[in-house]
Structure formats: C-alpha cells, structure tokens
C-alpha cells in the first residue's frame, strides 16, 4: 500500500509537473502568435509605404520625362527664334547699307535696273 501511495503521489506531482509544462508551452505559444501578429502588420505596413514610394517615383518620373519633352521644345523654338533674330538683323544691316550709306542716285539706279531686267 505504501508503494500505491508513493506511484500516487508521484502521478499527481507528474500530472502537476505536466499542467506547468502544459501552462509555459501554452503561453509561449500565445506570446509567439502575439508576435507574429505584430509582425505581419508591420510588414503590410511596409509594404504600404513602400508601394506609396514606388507610386510617387513613377509620378516623379513621369513628371521629368514630361519637363525633358517640353525643355527640348523650348531649345527648338529658341534656336529658331535665334535663326530668326539673325535674319532680321541681316536685313536691317542691308537696309542700312542701302538707304543710309548709298546715295540717292545709286539707289535710283538700282531700281531702275532691276525694274528693266
């Protein structure tokens, strides 16, 4: 009888031993879950931010590709603006030339050859 009351007593220190296993693994378990948790909604906020950044470069690109578009047209406009500027100032340089420098009966004479051509 001694011997069923020591097994009886070691079964219930055993099955007391196994609920305080049972209580840690169940509260690791709990703890890790809470973690994991944690830790997926930091990734999908990441992920948040992240697609919010890649979103923004693609508007920024888009923005330079479009400011490089009309800079090159600017460049065209002003070369040809240029090109323009320097034609007129030709042809004032010939008015010059012509009515300023020549006297009156070269200028007659002038017209009147072309006129008979």
């Given at each position: 009888?001694?011997?069923y009351l020591i097994?009886?007593?070691?079964?219930?220190?055993?099955?007391?031993?196994?609920?305080?296993?049972?209580?840690?693994?169940?509260?690791?378990?709990?703890?890790?879950?809470?973690?994991?948790?944690?830790?997926?909604?930091?990734?999908?906020?990441?992920?948040?931010?992240?697609?919010?950044?890649?979103?923004?470069?693609?508007?920024?690109?888009?923005?330079?590709?479009?400011?490089?578009?009309?800079?090159?047209?600017?460049?065209?406009?002003?070369?040809?603006?240029?090109?323009?500027?320097?034609?007129?100032?030709?042809?004032?340089?010939?008015?010059?030339?012509?009515?300023?420098?020549r006297s009156f009966l070269g200028?007659?004479?002038?017209?009147?050859?072309?006129?008979?051509?």
């Amino acid at each position: 009888m001694e011997s069923y009351l020591i097994n009886s007593m070691n079964e219930q220190a055993t099955g007391e031993q196994l609920k305080l296993i049972r209580a840690f693994i169940e509260s690791e378990l709990r703890f890790k879950q809470e973690l994991i948790t944690r830790q997926q909604h930091e990734i999908d906020q990441l992920y948040n931010e992240a697609e919010k950044y890649e979103a923004a470069v693609k508007a920024l690109e888009q923005r330079l590709q479009k400011s490089i578009a009309q800079n090159e047209g600017n460049k065209q406009l002003i070369n040809k603006m240029l090109g323009d500027i320097s034609k007129l100032h030709n042809d004032i340089e010939w008015y010059k030339r012509t009515y300023e420098q020549r006297s009156f009966l070269g200028i007659i004479k002038e017209k009147i050859k072309f006129f008979f051509r």
